[in-house]
C-alpha cells in the first residue's frame, strides 16, 4: 500500500495490494483529472494517459474550445454549469441567485492513518495500517474550498473517498447538490449490477447493461430504502462470479442517496455516488463546512466474488464496531412472529422457560410492552412501560429471563411519534410536517422531527431510562415508516432543504450516544424489515434485520442480495414458524434453519406451539450454530449457484481464511423427475490439499469422502436429488 506524488508530472497514485488508482493536475488552470483505475501496475508515470492529447486540448492553450474541454475532460470530482454538460458532483447557488463552480487543485496532504468523519460513520484505519491523500481544490470566484480525501489500506483493495466543503467568503453560499464519489473513464461494454425490492422483498440483484444516457438507482424516502439501495457495481459482459474486471461503489450513508452510470456522447462513462439533490439544499455560512459522508470503491480482477470478499472484508475489519464485532452472538428467540401485540409477562415467561431449555440464550421482546400498543395505531413516543401487559414491571421480566440463564433485548422505535400518544398532544410540532398540510400518514404514524436538539434529547433519555432501569443487553432499533412532507417547525425557511440530511445525522448521533453509555449492549439496527441495512448503520450495530420475510426460500435470495456487500456476520436471520406468515410457504424446519445460519442466526416463533418433532431440532440447530458460527463470521463467501437465475438450487459456502475448512450450503428448491445428480464446483480451497466431507454421515450416497481441493473446484462433485422440495443440506469440508 502507498501513496505517491510525481511533482515533475504531477500525478498522483495509490497502490492497494492489487489495484492503482491515478490522479492527474493539467493546465495552467490545475484541472484535477482522472487517469486509471484497475489492476495494479508498476508504472508510476501515467501522464501519457491524460485526456489533453487530442483537440480540445487544454484552456490555457484553446480557450475559444474551453467548453469542448470541460465537457469531455475525465473529471477526478466535478462543478457545473460551465461547460460541462454531463451530470456532475457539485453545484451551488450564490446569495445573488448564481451557479457556477469550478475547481481547480491548490494544496495535497498525503499522511499516515485517517480522520474521523465529523458526525458520520466512516471506516476507520490507524497508521500503519491505512494512508489518506487529501486533494485540496478550490473556486477561487467563490472562495469556496474542496476536500477530495482517499484512505487506502494495508489488508484491503477498497478506497475510502469523502469530500469536505469549506465556505471562505464573508456570504452564506447554498450547495444544492454535494456527491461524493465520481469516476470517468471509457466504457468497456459495461454491464450494472444494482439492488432492487420491496418490503418482504429486500434487495433482489439485478443486471443491465449500461447504454447511452443516464441510469440510475437512488431514494428519496429519507433512509436508504426497500427500493433501490446505495450500491452499484459496472463490470465488463464477460466478467463471472470468479473472474474479470469489476467496479463498485457502495455508500457509508442511511438517507436518501443518488447512484449514477452516465454514458455520453463519445462512449465515456461517469460513475457517481452520494447525498441525492432532491429536497437538499444546505446553507453553507461563511468560515463553515460540510462534510459529505464516504463512498467504499472497489475494483477486483476477479468477478463478482472477489469484489464481495473485498467488502467483507473491509467491512468487518474497518466499519463493525464494538464488543461484538468479532464475537458469536446470542442465539435469540423474539416474540414478534410468536405473539405479535398479543403477549404478557406470563406468556413471555413461558416462550424463555421452554427456549432456554432447548439453548436458546436470549428472549427479545418486540412491539407492544409501552403506552397502551395493542396494534400499530397507537403510542409511539410513549415509551413508559405497559404494565397491564408487562405485570410486575420491566425488571420483575427481565429478571425472571435472567434466572432462566438467558440475556433479554427489547424492541424500540425511537424515531417515530403516533398521533394518538400523550407524546403527540403535548407537541404536535415534534412531528415532521409541512405547515398547513395535512401530514401523510404511514402506518398511522409520523416521523419525530430529529433536527431538533430538545426533541433529541427527549428520546434519548426516554429510551436511556428503560435501558437503564433493568439488565437489558440487545436492543432492536426499528424504523417503520419512511419520510416524508419534509417541513421542520425548527428549522428556518433558508435551512428546510437541510431536514433529509440532519435527520439522518441525528439518527446517526442518538446511537452514538445509546452505544456510549451502554457500551456492551448488542444494537441490531431494523426498518420494516431490512429497509436501512447500509454501511451507514453497520459501523453502530454490528447486525441488522435482514427482511420481515423470513421464509426461507425468499431468504435465501434477500440473503444473496445483502451478502453481495454485507458480510454474513451481519444478517439478521430467524428460524420462523410455518406455513410462513408472509408467503404461506411450508419448508422443512432443517432448512429453515440451514438458510438462518449463514445469517446471525435465531427463532421467531412460539416455541411452546410448534411441533414436538421440529422442538425436538432446535438443539440440534443450537449445536450447528455452536459448530459454525466462528467459520461463518469470519471466512470468505462464495456464490456458486442462484435458484434465481436457475430456479432449482441454490448452493454458497463459506471458506476460512487459512483454508483449513469450508462448509457448503446446498438448498434444492424443486426436485425434479428423472433426473440425476447435480454437478457443483466448490471454489476457494487450497488446490493441493485434501479434503475430507466431515460429516459424511449426511451424504451416504458419495462415493467417496475425500478429493482434492483443486479436483472440488474444477471438476466439481455430484449432489444427489434430494427427495421433496425445499430439501437442504450441508457439507462441511476439512484440510487433512
Ligand atoms: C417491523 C420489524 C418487525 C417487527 C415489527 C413490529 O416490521 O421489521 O420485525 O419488529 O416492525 O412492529
Request: proline share 4%; glycine share 8%; charged share 25%.
Amino acid at each position: 500500500m502507498n501513496i505517491t506524488y510525481q511533482e515533475r508530472n504531477r500525478i498522483f497514485k495509490l497502490d492497494t495490494a492489487h489495484t492503482s488508482y491515478c490522479i492527474g493536475i493539467v493546465d495552467k488552470e490545475n484541472f484535477v483529472g482522472h487517469i486509471y483505475y484497475g489492476r495494479k501496475l508498476t508504472e508510476d508515470n501515467l501522464a501519457y494517459l491524460m485526456r489533453t492529447e487530442e483537440p480540445p486540448y487544454v484552456p490555457s492553450e484553446n480557450n475559444r474550445d474551453r467548453t469542448s474541454f470541460l465537457d469531455t475532460f475525465p473529471m477526478e470530482y466535478t462543478g457545473s454549469d460551465l461547460g460541462d454538460y454531463r451530470e456532475g458532483t457539485l453545484e451551488v447557488r450564490t446569495t445573488s441567485g448564481h451557479t457556477g463552480v469550478s475547481l481547480s487543485y491548490l494544496s495535497h496532504r498525503i499522511y499516515d492513518g485517517k480522520e474521523k468523519l465529523c458526525g458520520l460513520p466512516a471506516t476507520f484505519g490507524q497508521d500503519p495500517e491505512c494512508k489518506t491523500l487529501e486533494l485540496t481544490c478550490e473556486d477561487k470566484i467563490l472562495h469556496l474550498q474542496v476536500i477530495l480525501s482517499y484512505s487506502i489500506f494495508a489488508d484491503s483493495d477498497a478506497i475510502a473517498r469523502s469530500v469536505k466543503i469549506i465556505n471562505n467568503a464573508k456570504e452564506p453560499i447554498y450547495l444544492t447538490k454535494v456527491l461524493t464519489a465520481c469516476i470517468d473513464m471509457d466504457n468497456d461494454d459495461y454491464e450494472m449490477i444494482t439492488l432492487h425490492g420491496s418490503w418482504a422483498r429486500e434487495r433482489a440483484i439485478q443486471t443491465r447493461p449500461v447504454t447511452l444516457g443516464k441510469q440510475s438507482v437512488s431514494s428519496v424516502r429519507g433512509e436508504s430504502s426497500h427500493q433501490e439501495h446505495p450500491f452499484m457495481a459496472w463490470k465488463k459482459s464477460t466478467t463471472t462470479e470468479e473472474s474479470g474486471d469489476i467496479y463498485a461503489m457502495n455508500f457509508v450513508y442511511s438517507g436518501n442517496f443518488l447512484a449514477q452510470i452516465e454514458m455520453n456522447q463519445f462512449s465515456s462513462i461517469r460513475a457517481m455516488m452520494g447525498i441525492h439533490p432532491h429536497d437538499f439544499c444546505w446553507k453553507l455560512g461563511a468560515g463553515e463546512s460540510f462534510q459529505a459522508p464516504e463512498v467504499i470503491c472497489v475494483y477486483s480482477s476477479e468477478g463478482i466474488g472477489g469484489m464481495t470478499r473485498c467488502f467483507h472484508d473491509l467491512y468487518r475489519n474497518h466499519l463493525i464496531r464494538g464488543e461484538y464485532k468479532d464475537k458469536k452472538r446470542p442465539i435469540l428467540i423474539n416474540n414478534w412472529e410468536a405473539t405479535y401485540f398479543d403477549f404478557n409477562t406470563e406468556k413471555l415467561l413461558n416462550i424463555a422457560g421452554q427456549a432456554s431449555k432447548l439453548g436458546i440464550e436470549m428472549l427479545v421482546m418486540d412491539d407492544g410492552w409501552f403506552g397502551h400498543r395493542n396494534d400499530d395505531n397507537t403510542s409511539l413516543g410513549d415509551w413508559q412501560v405497559n404494565e397491564e401487559k408487562i405485570g410486575g414491571g420491566l425488571k420483575y421480566l427481565v429478571d425472571e429471563v435472567n434466572k432462566l440463564g438467558m440475556k433479554f433485548g427489547i424492541w424500540f422505535e425511537p424515531e417515530m411519534i403516533s398521533p394518538d400518544s400523550d407524546l403527540y398532544q403535548k407537541h404536535p410540532d415534534w412531528a415532521i410536517a409541512i405547515p398547513g398540510r395535512m401530514g401523510s400518514l404511514a402506518r398511522n404514524q409520523y416521523v419525530l422531527d430529529l433536527t431538533r436538539q430538545e426533541v433529541r434529547d427527549y428520546v434519548y433519555e426516554m429510551f436511556a431510562a428503560i435501558l437503564r432501569s433493568a439488565n437489558i443487553e440487545y436492543v432492536k432499533w426499528d424504523m417503520n415508516r419512511q419520510l416524508s412532507d419534509p417541513g421542520s417547525y425548527g428549522l428556518p425557511a433558508d435551512r428546510q432543504g437541510e431536514l433529509f440530511h440532519r435527520q439522518v445525522l441525528a439518527v446517526y448521533e442518538l446511537q452514538d450516544r445509546m452505544t456510549r453509555e451502554f457500551p456492551h449492549l448488542l444494537l441490531e439496527n431494523c426498518s420494516g424489515g431490512g429497509a436501512r441495512f447500509d454501511a451507514g448503520m453497520l459501523y453502530y450495530s454490528p447486525q441488522i434485520w435482514c427482511s420481515d420475510d423470513t421464509d426461507a426460500i425468499e431468504r435465501l435470495s434477500i440473503q444473496a442480495g445483502t451478502a453481495m456487500i454485507y458480510p454474513l456476520s451481519t444478517m439478521g436471520a430467524h428460524v420462523s414458524d410455518c406455513p410462513n406468515h408472509t408467503v404461506g410457504r411450508v419448508t422443512p424446519f432443517e432448512t429453515r434453519g440451514y438458510v438462518a445460519l449463514a445469517g446471525t442466526f435465531g427463532y421467531e416463533l412460539d416455541v411452546t406451539k410448534i411441533s414436538e418433532e421440529d422442538r425436538n431440532l432446535i438443539p440440534k440447530q443450537v449445536a450447528m450454530y455452536h459448530q459454525y458460527n466462528d467459520l461463518i463470521r469470519s471466512g470468505d463467501y462464495y456464490r456458486i449457484a442462484h435458484y434465481a437465475d436457475n430456479h432449482y438450487y441454490d448452493c454458497y459456502e463459506v471458506v476460512a481464511k487459512d483454508k483449513s475448512e469450508a462448509l457448503v450450503t446446498y438448498i434444492q428448491i424443486l426436485n425434479r423427475p428423472n433426473y440425476h445428480s447435480r454437478r457443483i464446483h466448490i471454489p476457494g480451497l487450497d488446490p493441493k490439499r485434501t479434503y475430507e466431507i466431515v460429516n459424511a454421515e449426511d451424504w451416504p450416497e458419495m462415493k467417496q469422502t475425500e478429493y482434492k481441493g483443486d479436483t472440488l473446484h474444477y471438476a466439481g462433485i455430484n449432489i444427489p436429488p434430494l427427495w421433496g422440495d425445499f430439501k437442504g443440506r450441508l457439507m462441511h469440508l476439512k484440510a487433512i
